[in-house]
């Protein structure tokens, strides 16, 4: 007789496990639940007719159209996409070229250059912004968008040289050695071999570097001024005189770019592996 498959009894857990499996499951569940009930509900007001965030009236996509209509935030979100994308890319190349330098030479100061660069990662930002602030005032360097990409780069780039270098050491030293041996280049050996590998790190710290100074508030305030204002500023000046209902359109739009982006990022992880 062919033998037969039978499912291996569940074990019982003893009581206080199940106790203590329960209020786990409970207290995961009011987390999940205080942290995402708030950005449901302010969803759900993006799509309500009444100018007061607190009273229902009727179902209206007015909001996103005003948004849309609205010649100073598009200028804004205009000028974030300017300076994110110019902060990422020169992110990536420094956190790159940094980490490759920190990985593949050994000099004196390596360790205490390390530091420094991590700085910028732990630093208060309110701290920078004014240390920038006065850097920019003693080199008679007006505020703008050099001034916010070059404080936006400041704090970004160190990220992508973390990345870089968790990828860097799983490498395996022998791909460049072989390159070289075959007649390349150590400029050809690190192109062609060394940052196809490291793809999936750039690209992750790319990520990063943009939604960092995408969101970027403070440091922006201390380095901007009226012609180079990002979104955030705009926000802020606008939650500052009210709750305008435009502002739930708007963080509804930017929810949707972070879920897109989190898909995108892990797509790239799984690209990685």
């Known amino acids: 007789m062919p033998a037969t498959l039978t499912a291996a009894p569940r074990r019982r857990l003893p009581s206080g496990l199940r106790v203590l499996e329960v209020t ?53 979100a205009e000028n974030s996409v300017i300076i994110a994308a110019v902060s990422t890319v020169l992110s990536v190349l420094l956190g790159t070229v940094g980490a490759w330098l920190l990985h593949r030479y050994r000099f004196r100061g390596a360790r205490g250059l390390q530091t420094l660069v991590a700085v910028p990662m732990v630093m208060p930002e309110i701290l920078m912004g004014i240390s920038l602030l006065i850097l920019f005032a003693t080199a008679g360097l007006g505020l703008g968008f050099t001034a916010v990409i070059i404080g936006h780069v400041t704090f970004s780039f160190p990220f992508v040289l973390v990345a870089v270098q968790a990828r860097l050491k799983g490498l395996d ?10 007649g390349a280049t150590p400029l050809q050996a690190f192109w062609l071999v060394i940052v196809p590998c490291l793809r999936p790190a750039i690209v992750a710290g790319a990520l990063m570097a943009f939604t960092l100074s995408w969101d970027e508030l403070i440091v922006t305030f201390f380095t901007t001024n009226a012609a180079s204002a990002t979104l955030p500023i705009r926000v802020f000046g606008m939650a500052k005189v009210g709750l305008n209902p435009m502002l739930n359109a708007l963080s509804a739009l930017f929810i949707v770019a972070t879920v897109a982006f989190v898909i995108f990022s892990d797509y790239v992880k799984k690209l990685g592996r």
């Open 24 to 76: 786990l499951t409970g207290w995961t569940s009011l987390v999940i639940v205080f942290l995402y009930l708030p950005i449901l509900v302010l969803v759900a007001y993006s799509f309500n007719s009444s100018r007061l965030n607190i009273v229902w009236e009727s179902f209206t996509v007015g909001w996103y159209r005003r948004v849309w209509e609205n010649v100073p935030l598009l200028r804004a």
């Open 173 to 182: 030293p022998a791909m460049e050695e072989a390159a070289l041996d075959l």
